[in-house]
């Protein structure tokens, strides 16, 4: 058994922070070799009833918060290079960058190269889960599993599937897309800590004929994961609307072909009206919300009052590519900007606790692993970060003046990145 002495985060039921600023930590390994939390809470009121057993051993950081490692609900990790890409909007960017680049990833050497990469960049940003997009191409997803899996990580992702509106490198065949997904749900979901997305790039570049083969997938393989994108922006729904006008909506799309469902994620989710929002909340569906991506693409702001008021399951995402970075303080900083955000919607001011939820527990809620991971109470997944408040001049200075846990948590999405995390442990076998 590891016990560590540190300060403290994790999460209640209702989604309040419950934190101790001397906190003892247990992990050890249940039946099956999964490193899980044993304890959490105060040093003084647990310390005599772990430090006795035999063959503990303590880690001390003082100065440092453990907290749950991040949960990123919607990223491509085939984009790793095409961060950072300017493009007048989010149709050019695809057909510019996009495209071009993810049709490299037929070559399993390659995509090996970008998923060690990536898989290591998340780790360096305490990013321990991820629901990830890789190409049209099996071995992009071969690739994927494989280093998640070197590195025992939570890794959730899926081929894409794509047969028009794509150029040749990317566009897949209907029929041989869906038989090369049910084979690599055969092949990858479950296995350690794997698990598959089916995953339609978004309604527009699927036929009905394809779309219609993925729900009968979804239908017949329940307990896998189901990742798209909708309503990111004004052009893409009246594209849809065009290629679907039997539809209701653009969301109406996905629903009419048996992919909405829980554990089913939609990124984006912007431009939804308020019977999408009841629809999204009935089939207990997720919305991933990136809102460095909608930044950077222009593409809108997603408006939480009204996502709230239905009850709709929601958690942050970073979508690299579009997104501007790795490190969910980034996302969280923001998310924080896209709810104050007034003119479109009603602006809000998301208070840091929420904000950090929605990254850690709130995104495992999203995804049905509410109390398996993205938090540190007992039975939990020892998935956790080191986080390091005074890694910066800056930092130091401002959360050693923090008078409570709202000012220290706003203090670190404001002003934090990669810099804070010391160091990213992932449960795992013995």
């Not at 005599?48 to 440092?64: A, F, M, N, S, T």
């Not at 984009?79 to 071009?100: H, R, S």
């Not at 009603?346 to 527990?361: E, I, N, Y």
Request: glycine letters at 8%; a negative charge.
């Amino acid at each position: 058994m590891k016990i560590y002495r540190s300060a403290l985060l994790r999460f209640a039921d209702d989604g309040q922070a419950v934190y101790d600023s001397d906190a003892l930590l247990a992990i050890a390994p249940d039946a099956a070799g999964v490193q899980r939390v044993v304890a959490a809470g105060n040093w003084q009121a647990l310390a005599d009833q772990y430090l006795e057993r035999e063959g503990v051993q303590v880690i001390h950081l003082p100065g440092k918060l453990l907290a749950p490692g991040f949960v990123d609900l919607h990223i491509h990790y085939p984009q790793t290079d095409v961060i950072g890409a300017p493009a007048p909007g989010l149709l050019p960017w695809l057909e510019n960058y996009t495209f071009p680049h993810e049709s490299r990833f037929h070559d399993r050497e390659y995509a090996d190269g970008v998923a060690d990469f990536f898989i290591n960049e998340l780790l360096r940003n305490g990013v321990t889960t991820a629901l990830a997009f890789a190409t049209s191409h099996p071995a992009s997803v071969d690739a994927i599993m494989t280093a998640a899996q070197k590195r025992s990580m939570r890794m959730i992702a899926g081929k894409v599937l794509q047969d028009r509106n794509s150029p040749e490198g990317v566009r897949d065949d209907t029929e041989q897309g869906l038989i090369d997904t049910e084979t690599l749900i055969q092949r990858w979901h479950g296995v350690d800590r794997l698990g598959y997305a089916i995953t339609p790039r978004f309604a527009p570049t699927s036929t009905p004929e394809q779309l219609r083969g993925a729900g009968e997938l979804a239908a017949r393989y329940g307990d896998v994961w189901i990742q798209s994108h909708v309503a990111e922006n004004l052009d893409e729904i009246a594209w849809v609307k065009e290629l679907f006008p039997a539809a209701r909506s653009y969301l109406a799309v996905y629903d009419d072909f048996g992919l909405m469902r829980e554990r089913a994620v939609y990124a984006h989710s912007i431009w939804l009206d308020e019977t999408d929002r009841q629809l999204m909340h009935d089939t207990r569906s997720a919305a991933a919300i990136s809102p460095t991506s909608n930044q950077f693409l222009a593409s809108g702001y997603f408006d939480y009052l009204k996502a709230d008021q239905a009850g709709m399951l929601y958690g942050l995402a970073s979508d690299v590519g579009g997104g501007m970075s790795f490190s969910p303080f980034r996302t969280m900083q923001a998310a924080y900007v896209v709810g104050r955000e007034g003119h479109a919607k009603q602006g809000q001011s998301l208070s840091p606790q929420h904000l950090w939820w929605q990254h850690t527990a709130g995104a495992a809620r999203a995804l049905g692993l509410q109390g398996v991971i993205g938090n540190l109470q007992p039975g939990c997944e020892a998935d956790l970060v080191v986080i390091n408040p005074g890694c910066t001049p800056l930092l130091a200075r401002k959360t050693a003046q923090a008078r409570n846990l709202e000012e220290l948590l706003f203090a670190m999405i404001i002003l934090g990145d990669d810099r804070l995390i010391e160091q990213t442990i992932v449960s795992q076998a013995k």
